[in-house]
């Protein structure tokens, strides 16, 4: 499904079943937003954790519910995710415009927000929102040649993505390589030495070969499970004449 014009280059997700997204904080609420729904609105800042305003009374659709999405989405809860498709999760929401944005270009679909009434950490905020993949879990789709990809640099960035790759239009040049989760394996991240484009390929190709060996059952599985997150790479490309960096992220087809 394609954006409307007017929302080129925000995330637009199928319509697909979302998966609850989980986290290790036993404070964070997750609320969905059903199809249609418009009334959720943000605190206008920049730079500092998405807060909510309000919300419009509508029944959620979370199972044998009663609540309305004004009795969960509280004046001053602050937003620590959204997910857009059963494969895409955004975090590092410091942008409460941005945040609203991808809430509105989706409207025709279902939303999670993971919510508390405990701020998020963002870090710094000149890193953008932070996107994670889950990777497809066809074999070998989760090595960089099956997914059409090339990284440089140190740490990575994405320098090319195959106009035929299943992440073709969720990824995009310039984006940063936060980290890597692999099934049973220590995170790879920026604290991680030699965390290069090569580190990234040998790992996904190893992850491969062994999860080869499993059953099918196990494999989609562990491949599911497979989580590639990125950011937007604002600081260098903010300052560039005309350039509408803030807005340049990826869009879920």
């Known amino acids: 499904m394609k954006a409307d014009n007017s929302n080129d280059n925000i995330p637009v997700a199928k319509a697909e079943a979302i998966v609850p997204f989980t986290s290790t904080s036993s404070s964070i609420t997750y609320v969905n937003l059903p199809p249609g729904y418009s009334g959720l609105k943000l605190k206008n800042s920049q730079g500092y954790p998405v807060q909510i305003v309000s919300a419009d009374k509508t029944k959620t659709n979370l199972p044998a519910n009663n609540n309305t999405i004004a009795d969960l989405l509280k004046p001053n809860m602050y937003i620590h995710s959204i997910q857009i498709a059963h494969d895409l999760v955004i ?34 905020p000149n890193d953008g929102f932070y996107y994670a993949h889950t990777l497809p879990s066809s074999d070998p789709a989760c090595t960089l040649e099956a997914l059409q990809l090339t990284l440089e640099g140190f740490p990575p960035r994405i320098a090319t993505v195959g106009t035929n790759s299943p992440l073709s239009g969720k990824l995009h040049p310039h984006q940063v390589i936060v980290s890597l989760q692999i099934p049973n394996r220590t995170i790879l991240n920026q604290q991680t030495p030699g965390f290069t484009g090569y580190k990234i390929q040998t790992e996904l190709q190893s992850f491969c070969a062994n999860n080869s060996t499993s059953t099918n059952d196990n494999k989609k599985a562990d491949a599911a499970a497979v989580v590639l997150t990125v950011k937007d790479e604002l600081v260098r490309r903010k300052i560039e004449k005309g350039s509408r960096a803030a807005f340049d992220d990826c869009i879920v087809s």
């Open 91 to 124: 975090t590092h929401l410091n942008d409460a415009t941005r945040a609203q944005q991808i809430l509105d270009s989706n409207i025709q679909n279902e939303r999670r927000l993971g919510v508390s009434s405990e701020s998020p950490v963002v870090g710094n």
